[in-house]
């Protein structure tokens, strides 16, 4: 009744041999979706974190509509991922990256693949959910069909609720901030506005004695 099970490893896992997509002989490749959102965001942090300066590679690509407006937008998108990856390390060049408007695209999940296997990456790095001009760049059920379909492991990144209840609460705490210094703002702007205006009354009057 005691008698143990024997355990056997199947062939293939037992072999010490390390797998080819994980041989270490050339720097990595991050392909990193990014389209505005808050986890999008996190994903490129996390790309960041994963990343070694100066042998790695992360590549930024933006999936939008054929639109001038939504064109620029992902433009700006990319541009500013650039200057936060830039500030990231210790130097500007520290990490090197690429970016990549990806126009006129239906489908963004066969355009985040397409884009893998052009860029050779290693690891497709996205969040569970966003925003852009196609309702949304990387939603739950795009992550999924990504995470099926993609040849490389794919790392989905997602904000907490916690962490995102306090983000949303310390931002409303700072707009509060910001609208009672603008107000406070006004009201010497307008207290200094009457002050001068009675000045020039006073001048007025006292010019008119003389």
């Keep these: 009744d005691n008698q ?3 355990f056997r490893l199947d062939s293939d896992f037992q072999s010490t041999e390390k797998p080819s997509l994980y041989s270490g002989d050339e720097g990595r ?5 990014i389209d505005g959102s808050y986890d999008s965001k996190i994903a490129l942090y996390h790309a960041l974190n994963l990343a070694n300066a ?5 590549h930024l690509i933006h999936v939008c509509g054929k639109d001038n407006e ?9 541009a500013h991922c650039g200057g936060l990856i830039k500030a990231y390390g210790e130097k500007p060049d520290d990490y090197k990256y690429t970016t990549k408007l990806i126009k006129d695209k239906k489908d963004p999940r066969d355009a985040i693949i397409a884009a893998a296997i052009e860029k050779n ?15 949304s760049l990387v939603l739950g059920s795009v992550a999924r069909y990504i995470v099926r379909q993609a040849p490389v492991p794919v790392i989905v990144c997602k904000e ?4 995102r209840s306090a983000r949303v609460a310390e931002s409303k705490e700072n707009a509060e901030k910001k609208k009672l210094a603008d107000l406070e703002a006004k009201s010497k702007e307008e207290k200094q506005k009457k002050i ?3 000045k020039k009354q006073i001048a007025t009057l006292e010019k008119g004695m003389d």
């Design 4 to 6: 143990k099970e024997s």
């Design 29 to 33: 490749v991050f392909l990193v979706a």
């Design 54 to 58: 100066g042998t790695d590679t992360i």
């Design 70 to 78: 939504s064109q620029k937008h992902g433009s700006g998108l990319l």
């Design 121 to 135: 990456a290693d690891y497709i790095v996205l969040g569970t959910r966003g925003q852009n001009s196609l309702k």
């Design 160 to 163: 907490t609720a916690e962490r």
């Design 196 to 198: 001068d205006d009675l």
